[in-house]
């Protein structure tokens, strides 16, 4: 009877920071933010640039705003996020981007207003390591290997999402009660993304022949697109409301570059192109590799259409918003050519989809809710919930079912990470002064239960599935606390 010790060790790491299938992630404006973000209705805040630029035409005064997050701290645990008994934690701290709004000084009062904004929609980082090693029974059939075979696996990923918008708004003021506006909006998307994985194991035989596995992906690409919001506002006494629909995006421009390889040595495959016959299991070497640049980029964001109301009284006021955001079908990102080199040559591989990289989102809802308190004539104290549930398109999850339950695939790459609904709250207060505000506040997020895929799982690897085990779908818990400041000056009123 053989006798067999063994040890096994697990190193993981994981960065992250902001989300990248969320379009609520950040709200802008110095009073939209601490109140959670329910400006679609009407806060007389310049940042209607953004949630309703019809909304510019009731703000009595010009103004310029700047808001940040002065720091933010993530956490996200991952259950069994490289294998059983394998949580991955994070704890990270980040700085948010500053965003930018104000309106265009008016010479004279007139019906039409103009607004501007410069905001960052999206910026996200992830980067994850995994590393096992120890004994693992892996070759079962014959005597080829008896006994476990001593294994390595490592997988690594990182991915960096920005997003930077500059928006410019037109509001028409019709009759004092209503109002119809315009928002120019041009985004610029730029990402980098690697995924690495390899794994080795030694066979128990006379050689102690090495078995090797690894596959790399890098993908980098920018976008440049257009939106257009268009928007409807009303006013009356204390009431206001307001209905906002941004229009499908038109692509610009862009430009991006993807390489993928994938190597097999000594691997044990079978020969049998007859499903219904015995296999015929050979060990043999395989290797796949393209590499494209200067692809044409496509980068599709949703018909959404949003509306809200506010209420102020005599000291205080109360909004409420929502938005509805429409799905977006399967598309490809970048569409490379089929210039694969493969070996044998008999692979059974579509070059044009080894490459391709896909998006599709969802259907979802947002709301938002929230309230200022008037203390004094000078300070005002807010708070307020947001939704901001994912996009993720689960039909992704059984793609990447079937790329794992194969050695090699035709299946094309997808970039999305993050798939868990986030709440925010927030609470904050306001100094008043004659031409300009101070604001300072904090924020609380949280996503429970979430579904994300396992980084790795090198659980029961197999020779059929490139020395990993099947990657599962698993649960992530996810909060971040963060502290906001904000800052508007008043240039005059336009009373």
């Not at 862009?254 to 015929?280: C, F, M, W, Y």
Request: charged share 15%; glycine share 8%; aromatic share 10%.
């Amino acid at each position: 009877m053989r006798l067999l010790f063994a040890m096994s060790f697990v190193f993981v790491s994981v960065q992250i920071f902001a989300q990248d299938t969320h379009y609520w992630t950040y709200r802008y404006g110095t009073k939209a933010v601490l109140m959670g973000g329910p400006a679609v209705g009407g806060l007389e805040d310049n940042t209607s640039v953004i949630y309703n630029p019809a909304l510019l035409s009731f703000v009595k005064s010009t103004s310029i705003s700047i808001n940040s997050n002065i720091y933010q701290i993530v956490n996200i645990t991952a259950k069994n996020g490289a294998g059983p008994g394998q949580d991955v934690i994070s704890n990270q701290f980040s700085a948010v981007p500053i965003t930018l709004s104000g309106m265009i000084r008016k010479k004279k009062p007139r019906r039409l207003t103009m607004g501007y904004a410069i905001i960052v929609p999206s910026e996200f980082t992830f980067k994850a390591t995994a590393r096992e090693d120890g004994f693992k029974d892996i070759v079962t059939a014959g005597n080829e290997s008896p006994g476990a075979e001593d294994y390595v696996g490592q997988f690594t990923i990182y991915t960096r999402l920005s997003e930077n918008q500059g928006a410019f708004a037109l509001a028409y003021k019709i009759n004092d009660h209503w109002s119809v506006g315009l928002t120019n909006q041009f985004s610029f998307r730029s990402l980098s993304f690697t995924k690495n994985e390899l794994c080795r194991m030694i066979l128990n035989n006379s050689q102690a022949s090495l078995v090797s596995t690894s596959e790399s992906q890098s993908i980098e690409y920018t976008n440049l697109r257009y939106t257009a919001k268009i928007g409807v506002g009303f006013s009356s006494g204390k009431w206001s409301a307001g209905v906002a629909v941004l229009l499908p995006s038109i692509g610009l421009a862009g430009s991006g570059t993807i390489a993928r390889d994938i190597v097999a040595n000594n691997l044990q495959v079978n020969i049998e192109p007859n499903p219904n016959k015995p296999p015929i299991l050979v060990r043999s070497n395989i290797a796949a590799n393209d590499r494209q640049e200067k692809l044409a980029t496509t980068y599709n964001t949703p018909l959404s259409i949003s509306a809200g109301f506010a209420y102020k009284g005599t000291d205080f006021l109360v909004a409420a918003s929502a938005e509805w955001f429409g799905s977006v079908s399967l598309y490809n990102i970048m569409s490379p050519q089929d210039n694969l080199f493969k070996r044998p040559t008999t692979l059974q591989l579509d070059g044009k989809k080894f490459l391709e990289v896909n998006a599709s989102n969802k259907s979802i809802i947002n709301f938002a809710i929230g309230a200022e308190r008037s203390i004094s004539d000078r300070l005002s104290l807010s708070t307020g919930f947001r939704t901001n549930r994912s996009f993720y398109d689960k039909a992704f999850d059984q793609r990447i079912t079937d790329r794992n339950g194969r050695t090699i695939n035709n299946n094309p790459l997808n970039l999305d990470i993050s798939s868990w609904d986030v709440y925010h709250v927030v609470l904050g207060a306001t100094l008043k002064q004659e031409r300009r505000d101070l604001s300072i506040g904090i924020t609380y997020s949280w996503a429970n239960d979430g579904n994300i895929r396992q980084f790795a799982n090198f659980d029961q690897p197999t020779e059929n599935t490139f020395l990993l085990g099947q990657k599962l779908t698993t649960t992530a818990s996810y909060y971040s606390f963060g502290v906001l400041l904000g800052y508007t000056l008043r240039v005059r009123s336009e009373n």
